[in-house]
């Protein structure tokens, strides 16, 4: 068993937290492609981003 948030547990858990954004990582190494994960969360919290090396937030 894995102990870790899926991203739609993720957004809905921000949406309740009344976050600004929402930044989705720890990828795990098997997913070459990262897209869907921001699909998902979008559609429950719009103002989420990957957190991928080389792309730096302001907060």
Not at 9 to 33: C, D, M, P, R
Request: proline share 0%.
């Amino acid at each position: 068993m894995r102990y870790h948030s899926t991203t739609v547990q993720a957004a809905t858990i921000a949406t309740k937290a009344n976050v600004k954004k929402l930044l989705i990582g720890h990828f795990s190494s098997k997913y070459e492609e990262l897209s869907q994960f921001l699909i998902e969360a979008k559609e429950v919290f719009d103002n989420t981003a990957l957190a991928v090396e080389g792309i730096t937030f302001t907060v």
